[in-house]
């Protein structure tokens, strides 16, 4: 089984429609993150989270909210989408520690129409 | 200033020949550290090797290897012996402290393409 898993997979919806990306782990980590892959941009961090009550916005948080239910869980919230939000979407995590290496989920790939 | 700069878009390689990927970084930082991450055609994000700031050797594994010249600020990922599922985008990464917080900045990525 995956240790970091994102639903959906994939996603098609409209301009303005409330849209809620989940992520989970298995991997007792307490930092959880958000990215955004768009092409020849590489990952931009969006928010991260370095425990359940600690909550940070990254360099494109505009547009985006979260929210980490639990140290396992963070959620990725897009109010009311819009084009330009399509992009894959990837939660990782990492464990405080010597090298804080981030581990990926599959990502998400959405697209707003 | 770009954090992290990798200024092959595109590279080609022969299998079972030896590839160097491009990474030069940027920090005042005395601690941090350097990753390489590959992503295949599927789209996962797989982490390969890690760098410390302080590590006095090169990491090195499996035939991965990050070739770590601290004073140039580069840190150049070596894949000894390749192969055809080799081909994959690959993103050079690092981790420093910004405001009292640690963060990771991405390269724009090498496609690497292993020719048969």
């Known amino acids: 089984d995956a240790d970091v898993t994102q639903t959906p997979r994939n996603r098609i919806t409209k301009t303005g429609k409330r849209i809620m990306l989940e992520c989970s782990q298995t991997?007792?980590?307490?930092?959880m993150y958000w990215y955004r892959q768009d092409p020849g941009l590489g990952l931009r961090l969006i928010y991260y989270?370095?425990?359940?009550?600690?909550?940070n916005k990254g360099e494109i948080s505009d547009g985006y909210s979260v929210s980490r239910q639990a140290q396992a869980k963070f959620s990725l919230s897009l109010e009311s989408a819009i084009p330009n939000q399509t992009a894959l979407y990837f939660c990782a995590t990492s464990k405080r520690g010597d090298t804080d290496t981030q581990y990926f989920g599959p990502g998400t790939r959405l697209t707003v129409l | 200033a770009q954090k992290i700069t990798q200024t092959q878009p595109g590279m080609f390689v022969q299998e079972k020949e030896a590839v160097t990927l491009d990474c030069t970084y940027d920090t005042s930082d005395q601690s941090y550290g350097l990753f390489w991450y590959k992503q295949p055609s599927s789209g996962e994000m797989i982490f390969l090797i890690y760098?410390?700031?302080?590590?006095?050797q090169n990491a090195t594994e499996g035939r991965y290897s990050l070739n770590f010249q601290k004073a140039r600020k580069s840190a150049n990922l070596v894949i000894s012996a390749s192969q055809l599922g080799d081909s994959a985008m690959y993103f050079c990464a690092m981790r420093e402290v910004s405001g009292g917080y640690q963060k990771v900045t991405f390269g724009t990525g090498t496609k690497l393409q292993v020719i048969p």
């Open positions: 989270s370095f425990d359940v009550k600690d909550i």
């Open positions: 991997k007792g980590h307490d930092r």
């Open positions: 760098q410390g700031s302080y590590d006095e």
